[in-house]
């Protein structure tokens, strides 16, 4: 599919993402998947936004690969979208029956007919041709949107709260999360899995937020490497993700699994000594490892025999809001290997199951109450010639308008050393963002 392109020189170029983003609302499909400038070996743009779907994909969990292997190979254009993480039941004999507030599809994804790349300076717009002569009406639009949320220059604080704006409701109470933690331990005592996952999920039901407000809150709070707004119609994901899933360049492989969080202090002292400690946590450092041993597992099954490598280990990087650990693993894969095996292989991604992976699967399966869907789930995209990347689904805000339905979750590893309290502790932390902008949204 011929795409024409054309390129400008933008001054403000924070200003005009910001623009970008609000020009995007007019669309019922749209996707803006945002680094924040955030300094990263492996990245091919600053922001990208694709609208507008020429033509889609979207299924339930059954032969779902399959599907997207099609579309992909037939479509040999860009498409963006998303697999679920009940998608894993396409590849195990796995179930998922919990409860499911927010009716996402399983899988979806669009050929968009406009896409706006941002990088640096420079802002590229790749329109399939029957739009191409919209191109310079659009930059026009654009540059002329506002919006009374983009231009709130004040520091959010996410220590205030409105406690009274939205209620805020937990699946799982204190009493009862220890409880599973404890049942969970009990697995691992046994030899039954070393490490799994285990997520809860907030909500608020009767609610209504304005999408938009509420993910530029998130994202200048948090300012992550793998941020995303995604629109389908009524269905929106307001993601802050700091978590890349996995990546193909050429032959080349990338996943950067996460495992291992401290929160930021406001001393640069005391905020340097807790990431020291982090780098030096044997629990931490021990979760992160075995979660490494499974993705160099899970890549060893499409790699070319012996390309399997860790080229960053338990490394300490800083947030706006945390401090994480964060691996690299890289492989090469053939050339005439499908990239969607590749992600078939790896999926779910071993730092949101565990080890092994469809054990813990089926064990936080049944301690888990709320079917997880595009929460651990992966958003990202394919290029014309196959090449992909994609992030984690963490930190992140799920919104069904006609349901007026609104979900975060967040999980801990587990593992033999866990502490229930502890765990229970760095799920409040990693919900913090999410609690707090939307209190304040309402």
């Known amino acids: 599919m011929q795409r024409i392109i054309s390129s400008f020189s933008i001054d403000e170029i924070v200003k005009f993402k910001q623009q970008l983003l609000c020009w995007s609302q007019q669309f019922q499909t749209a996707i803006f998947l ?3 400038n955030y300094h990263q070996q492996y990245s091919s743009f600053d922001a990208v936004l694709a609208v507008d779907e020429f033509t889609c994909i979207k299924t339930d969990f059954h032969s779902a690969f399959e599907k997207l292997q099609e579309y992909q190979t037939i479509t040999k254009d860009y498409i963006f979208g998303y697999i679920s993480y009940d998608v894993k039941n396409d590849i195990e004999q796995l179930s998922s029956t919990n409860f499911d507030g927010l009716d996402f599809a399983d899988l979806f994804f669009f050929q968009p007919q406009k896409i706006i790349f941002v990088k640096g300076n420079s802002v590229e717009f790749h329109y399939l041709k029957m739009v191409d002569d919209e191109i310079d009406i659009d930059f026009n639009a654009i540059q002329q949107s506002t919006n009374t949320t983009i231009q709130q220059s004040k520091p959010l604080d996410c220590t205030r709260v409105d406690k009274n704006s939205i209620k805020i409701k937990l699946r799982i109470h204190k009493d009862e999360y220890h409880q599973k933690v404890t049942t969970i331990l009990q697995h691992i005592q046994r030899g039954d899995i070393y490490e799994a996952n285990f997520c809860q999920e ?47 360049e050429g032959n080349k492989i990338i996943s950067q699994p996460i495992k291992g969080t401290a929160k930021r202090l406001k001393s640069k002292f005391d905020d340097e000594k807790i990431a020291s400690d982090l780098a030096r946590d044997s629990k931490e450092r021990t979760e992160n490892v075995m979660i490494v041993d499974l993705v160099r597992n899970d890549l060893s099954k499409s790699a070319i025999k012996g390309s399997v490598k860790v080229e960053e280990l338990c490394k300490v990087y800083s947030f706006k809001q945390v401090h994480q650990m964060i691996s690299t693993v890289v492989s090469e ?110």
Request: charged share 25%.
């Open 333 to 442: 894969m053939d050339e005439n290997t499908s990239p969607i095996l590749v992600i078939k292989d790896t999926f779910p991604m071993g730092s949101m199951t565990g080890a092994p992976k469809v054990s813990a699967m089926k064990i936080i399966e049944k301690q888990e109450v709320t079917k997880r869907g595009l929460y651990s789930g992966t958003v990202g995209y394919f290029t014309p010639n196959g090449d992909f990347d994609f992030n984690v689904v963490i930190r992140s805000i799920l919104y069904n308008q006609v349901k007026k339905y609104v979900s975060y979750s967040v999980g801990s590893a587990i593992t033999a050393k866990s502490n229930p309290e502890k765990e229970y502790e760095e799920c409040l932390l990693k919900a913090k963002a999410m609690k707090y902008v939307l209190l304040k949204s309402v």
């Open 34 to 36: 945002d680094s924040n």
């Open 202 to 248: 907030f909500y608020a039901e009767n609610t209504e937020i304005n999408p938009l407000k509420v993910y530029q809150d998130l994202n200048r709070i948090s300012e992550p490497p793998f941020a995303v707004f995604l629109k389908m119609n009524h269905q929106y994901l307001l993601s802050a993700s700091p978590e890349r899933y996995l990546r193909k």
